[in-house]
Structure formats: structure tokens, C-alpha cells
């Protein structure tokens, strides 16, 4: 049976990070006696995963051969005239290693289109690329209708009480990636923040959000139409207000 984690790795993740047994208990919500089992080698694969996550968001990545060590993070900066292409890059190549959701924190679905490298709303290719390496789901903050219909992306609202400011960004794998719009269609920044710790907090924030969130109605005058190449997307119906019904993606 393949184990998350070994005895003598809890027993070095535990040390390296100074932890007692108790506060190991604590943070993983395990019983005392179950991590003195899971370090006397009685493995049970749902404590081991749990103990695995709580190390890992604190830092730490396993390794063949029982190995332990501090996860290496970083910080990488995209400001250049190809920053949103350099940005799906890696958000793809993320997603496709480390599977997961996608979540999207947006001003609107033009920030969103935009920083995935799509300036014509017609033809969303990166939309569709994405969608097929992993779910998306996309808050939208703006408090009107979208202006452009996202088919292959699950799109909430943002309730209007709730005061966010301005900010989009994405969390993706182990990464949090935080998104400046400028002027120009191809012009925005971003700052990747590779770091469990970093990702999990605002996965959570996100996903808490997501619960109160609406369905987002789209315009009457939407731009988006849906493309031939869209026929293998499976589209259903969700009534947005008993009155009226718009095509939503799953």
C-alpha cells in the first residue's frame, strides 16, 4: 500500500519544525495516541495524509528515501509586453502537474479574458485549453451583468455588500498569483508567489466566498457567441432569477 508519509519522516518533519506531539495533534485535529501510532510505524492513510498536508502548508516537501527538507519558494515578477502569455504558460504547466481547481478572482470577465492572452472575445482558446486541464471558477467582482459570457468557466458574483477593493488574482496549485491591469490590452503584471502557506490561505478565502455567491445573469448584449469549437463543451441552464435563463458551462 503506496504510504503518504513514513513514521520516520513525521518524526523528522516534526523535529525540523519544532513541534511537540501534542501540537501536532492540534493542527491535524488527530488524537494524541494516533500521531504516537503514526510514529511508531501503525500507518493509517487517512491520519498519514493529514499529517502530510499540515507539514507541507507549514513548509516542508518528502522525498525519496524518507527524505525531509524545507519546500523552496519564491517569488517571480512578469511585467514584460508577453506577460499574459508567460502567465498562462505557467499557469498551465501548473495545472497540469498538480492538478486541482483553478480559482479566479476577477474585476470583471474582461480582466479575466485579458490576462489569459485573449484580446478577441470570439475566440477564447486559452479559455478552452485551461478548461481542459482543470476547473475553473471565477468570482467576479464588478457589481453589473459580465459583458462578455464565459461558457467553459463557472462564474459567480461577488455579493454587493462585501467590499474587496479592486484586486483580481488566481491560486493554482501551490501558487498564488496576484494580477495588476494597466491601460493597455496586453499590458498587465503579475507576481507569482510560489508557497503552499500562501495558496492555501487564499483558496480558503476564495472558497468561502464562493458558498454566498450568486450566479452571475450575463447581458443582454453579451459579445461572446459560441463558436462551433464549442459544440464538446457540456452546456447546461441555470435560472438566474425565476425570469429568465442564460447559457452556463459546467
Given at each position: 500500500m503506496y504510504l503518504p508519509i513514513t513514521a520516520s519522516q513525521i518524526r523528522a518533519a516534526r523535529t525540523y519544525l519544532d513541534w511537540s506531539q501534542d501540537y501536532l495533534a492540534e493542527v491535524t485535529g488527530l488524537g494524541k495516541?494516533?500521531?504516537?501510532?503514526?510514529?511508531?510505524?501503525?500507518?493509517?492513510?487517512?491520519?498519514?495524509?493529514?499529517?502530510?498536508?499540515?507539514?507541507?502548508a507549514h513548509g516542508l516537501e518528502f522525498?525519496?528515501?524518507?527524505?525531509?527538507?524545507?519546500?523552496?519558494?519564491?517569488?517571480?515578477?512578469?511585467?514584460s509586453q508577453n506577460s499574459c502569455d508567460e502567465f498562462f504558460e505557467d499557469l498551465i504547466d501548473t495545472v497540469r502537474e498538480k492538478g486541482g481547481e483553478v480559482l479566479v478572482m476577477a474585476r470583471s470577465s474582461t480582466t479575466l479574458m485579458r490576462s489569459c492572452g485573449i484580446l478577441a472575445p470570439n475566440d477564447p482558446q486559452q479559455l478552452q485549453i485551461l478548461n481542459a486541464a482543470a476547473d475553473?471558477?471565477?468570482?467576479?467582482?464588478?457589481?453589473?451583468?459580465?459583458?462578455?459570457?464565459?461558457?467553459?468557466?463557472?462564474?459567480?458574483?461577488?455579493?454587493?455588500?462585501?467590499?474587496?477593493?479592486?484586486?483580481?488574482?488566481?491560486?493554482?496549485?501551490?501558487?498564488?498569483?496576484?494580477?495588476?491591469a494597466k491601460e493597455h490590452a496586453r499590458d498587465f503584471n503579475f507576481v507569482i508567489i510560489d508557497s503552499l502557506g500562501f495558496a492555501e490561505c487564499w483558496r480558503e478565502d476564495f472558497l468561502a466566498l464562493w458558498d454566498i455567491a450568486s450566479a452571475a445573469p450575463f447581458r443582454d448584449d453579451a459579445s461572446f457567441q459560441i463558436p462551433a469549437s464549442f459544440k464538446s463543451v457540456n452546456v447546461k441552464y441555470l435560472?438566474?432569477?425565476?425570469?429568465?435563463?442564460?447559457v452556463f458551462a459546467k
Open positions: 495516541t494516533t500521531v504516537r501510532n503514526l510514529e511508531a510505524g501503525q500507518i493509517s492513510r487517512h491520519s498519514a495524509v493529514k499529517v502530510r498536508k499540515a507539514f507541507e522525498t525519496d528515501g524518507d527524505g525531509v527538507k524545507r519546500r523552496a519558494e519564491g517569488v517571480k515578477v512578469l511585467k475553473v471558477k471565477c468570482l467576479l467582482l464588478n457589481a453589473g451583468p459580465p459583458d462578455i459570457a464565459l461558457p467553459p468557466v463557472q462564474v459567480r458574483m461577488v455579493p454587493s455588500h462585501i467590499v474587496l477593493g479592486a484586486k483580481s488574482y488566481y491560486v493554482y496549485g501551490d501558487k498564488l498569483a496576484l494580477v495588476s435560472d438566474i432569477d425565476h425570469s429568465r435563463r442564460r
